[in-house]
């Protein structure tokens, strides 16, 4: 497995979980103000406030959570932090191809990890 392997699976675990919370938290959104459109009083009942403002609340908090990790990447080698480097400036789900080598250690993305874990 080489560095950018694994570098890519981070983004790709931190990509799911942003993408998940921000669903939930659209769903929530859009389930509670169809609710409010479709009620004729314009009231929203307890029961149905809490069974969809929970997964709204449990999503937001979750994509909140997950922008967290998206600025402690680490170079897989020498375990410097990538903040400053920020590889993933961009959405896609993996590592920008034109990053070759850590900025701090020098040590290419490509290589094998088991090569360098002593």
Known sequence: MTG???LNSQKRRQS???LSGFSLFLIGIATLGILAL???D???TII???VFGIPMLVGYVLLMASCIP???FRCPYCQENWRSANPFNN???RLDPRIMFCPYCGTSVDTDI???IS
């Open 38 to 40: 479709i009620n004729p």
């Open 48 to 50: 149905t406030g809490l």
């Open 4 to 6: 950018r392997d694994v």
């Open 70 to 72: 998206f600025f402690s």
């Open 91 to 93: 959405f896609s789900r």
């Open 16 to 18: 799911n979980r942003l």
């Open 114 to 116: 088991s090569n360098q």
């Open 42 to 44: 314009g009231e929203i």
